[in-house]
């Protein structure tokens, strides 16, 4: 039980890792959107200041401690927890950092791992979705409209970091920020309701088993 005592902890401080960044921003966002680092120097606002680490370093905990810690709290063996767990962190990093130069190989490689998850996700979806009924097969349905609209979220950032590099697209609109982050704000309500639907879907499905059918929870090993 002490394992999922850690995950729980870890989630409530992932959270309110999250929340401190959240308030943070609201609070510090008006001024940064109207001044600039100079005038914004050696006051709470500034670029780098003891705020805006915290505000960091909420993110970062937001991003990492509440997936390790559902992992931690819903496994039994953790050897791969941490790894699993520190990939958001690891790739959130990666896209801040580093900034190699603009090289169509590799976001073309971007893409196609991108396009052939997506089949693997169709595909496999196609193989199970017949198990189930009710409610869980609506909240696999809702799931993969998300999935497909974070895929068109894809191609639209793709058409935004592509075509001021490509001298026959240059010239063409790009989307705007606005709407990609409609897009994806849309795709991830679809996934959480998704995933809302699955989870009453099974609690109904469970609750009319008869007793002696229904899972019993695990409580884990140390």
Known sequence: MKRQKIGKISIWIGAFGFLTFVVLTVFQGPMQRTHTAEELAGTIYGIWGALWWIRMMGVG?????????????????????????????????????????????????????????????????????????????????????????LVGTALLLCMVFGNP??????????????????????????LFVGHYLEVRGSEEATASQPAKLRPQPSGGQD
């Open 61 to 149: 905990l937001g991003m990492m401690l509440p997936v390790i810690g559902v992992l931690l709290a819903t496994s039994e063996k953790g050897s791969y927890v941490w790894l699993l767990g520190l990939l958001p962190m690891i790739s959130l990093e990666a896209g801040m950092f580093w900034h190699p130069p603009y090289m169509p190989p590799l976001l073309g490689l971007g893409g196609v791992i991108i396009a052939a998850s997506y089949i693997g996700i169709l595909w496999a979806w196609t193989r199970r979705n017949t198990a189930f009924e009710g409610l869980t097969r609506t909240g696999k349905q809702v799931q993969l409209v998300g999935y497909t609209v």
């Open 165 to 190: 590099n490509v001298l026959a697209l240059a010239n063409e609109p790009v989307p705007g920020v606005q709407g990609i982050n409609s897009s994806l704000a849309i795709g991830m309500l679809l």
